[in-house]
C-alpha cells in the first residue's frame, strides 16, 4: 500500500473519531449545550426586534428586556390557553382508558377466534398498559423547567454581547475577515428565515386545524390543532405521528367510523396544502437541503438530543452546507447537501463517457 493511500485512510480514521467524539459530547453535554443552541437560534430570530429598539434610541438591554417580555408574553397567553383544555382532557383519561380497553378487549378476542386461539391465551389490555415510571417523569419535567428558564438567560447575554463575539470571530479570522462576516450574515439570514417562516407556518396551521376540527366536533379542537401545528415543525415524522395519535383519539371518543376517516382526509389534504402551497410562499428556499440530508438531520438530531434535535437539527444542516460551501476542500459535500440536480442533456454521450472512463482505469 503506498504512502499517499495510508494518508488518506488516517485522515479518514481521524475523522471518524472526530465525528464520534463530537456526537458523545453532544449527548453527554446536552444539559449545557442544548440550552445553547436554542438561546443561539432565539437570539438570531429576536435580534431585528431588539436591533429595531435600539435604533429607536433604546438602551440595548432595555431594548432586549423588552423584546423577551413581549415574546414570553405572548407564549404565556398560549400557555393559558391551553391548560384549560390539558386539564379537561387528562380528567377524561380514565372514560378514554375505559373505551380503549373495551375496544381492545373486543378486536383481541375477534382476532383470537379468527385464529382459532382460545381467550386465555390472549393478552389483554392490561398486559399493554404499564404505569409509567413517576420518579423518571419528574426528573425529565425538573430537566426542562430548567431549560426553559435557563434559555431566555442566554438569550439576553448573546444578544446583549454580539459585538464583542463579531469582534472575536475578527481577531480570528484575520485575513479572512471578510469571509467571516459573509458567512454570518447567511447562517443569521437561514436561521431567522426558517424560525421566523416555521412561525408563521405554525400559526396559519394552527388556525386552520382549529377551523376543521371545530367542525367537525372535535372535543379539545384547540389543543390538537396546535398540537398538530407544532409536531409539523418536524418533516415527515412529527406529521405521521400526531395525525395518528389525533385519529386515534376520535376513533376512541367516537361511536362511527365516519368521523376519524373524515379527520384523516382532512389532516391529509391540509398536509397537502401546506407542502405544495403554505411553507413555499410562506419559508421559501433559505434552507436549501434535499429531502435526504433532512431526514437524515431528523434521525441524528432525533438520536442526539430528542425532539429538540429533531427541529434544530434541520437549520443547523443548512448552516453546515453554508460553511461547507465556503471551504473549496468540503464544497463537493455541500453540493451534495443541497438541491441542484444536475441536468444530464445527452445520456448517451454520458454513458459512453462513463464506460470509457471505467475501460481506462481496468487498463491501468
Keep these: 500500500m503506498s504512502s499517499v493511500s495510508l494518508l488518506k ?23 449545557i449545550i442544548l440550552p445553547l443552541v436554542w438561546g443561539a437560534f432565539f437570539a438570531f430570530a429576536l435580534y431585528p426586534i431588539s436591533n429595531w429598539l435600539e435604533e429607536k434610541r433604546f438602551p440595548r438591554a432595555f431594548a432586549i428586556l423588552i423584546t423577551l417580555i413581549f415574546v414570553t408574553s405572548i407564549a404565556a397567553t398560549v400557555f393559558y390557553v391551553l391548560t384549560d383544555q390539558v386539564i379537561g382532557l387528562i380528567s377524561d383519561i380514565p372514560e378514554i382508558q375505559a373505551s380503549f380497553e373495551k375496544k381492545m378487549n373486543l378486536y383481541l378476542s375477534d382476532m383470537g377466534h379468527y385464529l382459532g386461539m382460545g381467550e386465555e391465551s390472549m393478552p389483554t389490555t392490561s398486559d399493554f398498559l404499564k404505569k409509567e415510571n413517576l420518579e423518571s417523569a419528574l426528573f425529565e419535567t425538573g430537566r426542562s423547567l430548567v431549560l426553559l428558564g435557563v434559555i431566555p438567560l442566554f438569550v439576553f447575554l448573546m444578544l446583549y454581547y454580539k459585538d464583542f463575539y463579531v469582534e472575536f470571530l475578527r481577531k480570528i479570522a484575520k485575513d479572512g475577515e471578510h469571509t467571516i462576516l459573509n458567512w454570518i450574515r447567511e447562517s443569521g439570514g437561514v436561521i431567522q428565515s426558517y424560525l421566523l417562516g416555521m412561525l408563521m407556518v405554525t400559526i396559519i396551521v394552527s388556525i386552520i386545524c382549529g377551523f376543521v376540527f371545530y367542525f367537525l366536533g372535535i372535543k379539545y379542537y384547540v389543543l390538537f390543532a396546535i398540537f398538530i401545528a407544532v409536531m409539523n415543525l418536524i418533516p415527515y415524522v412529527g406529521v405521521i405521528f400526531s395525525s395518528l395519535l389525533l385519529v386515534f383519539y376520535v376513533l376512541l371518543t367516537t361511536d362511527s367510523l365516519f368521523y376519524p376517516l373524515a379527520t384523516l382526509f382532512m389532516l391529509w389534504l391540509i398536509q397537502f396544502i401546506e407542502n405544495n402551497f403554505i411553507t413555499p410562499v410562506v419559508v421559501g428556499a433559505r434552507v436549501r437541503v434535499n429531502a435526504f440530508a433532512v431526514i437524515l438531520a431528523i434521525l441524528v438530531g432525533g438520536f442526539i438530543w430528542g425532539i429538540s434535535g429533531m427541529i434544530l437539527f434541520i437549520p443547523l444542516a443548512g448552516l453546515l452546507k453554508i460553511t461547507f460551501e465556503k471551504i473549496p476542500s468540503l464544497a463537493p459535500y455541500g453540493y451534495l447537501m443541497g438541491e441542484n440536480y444536475p441536468v444530464i442533456q445527452n445520456k448517451e454521450n454520458f454513458y459512453m463517457l462513463f464506460k470509457k472512463k471505467f475501460k481506462t482505469k481496468k487498463e491501468a
Design 9 to 31: 485512510l488516517q485522515k479518514i480514521a481521524y475523522s471518524l473519531i472526530i465525528f464520534v467524539l463530537v456526537v458523545w459530547i453532544m449527548m453527554a453535554g446536552s444539559i
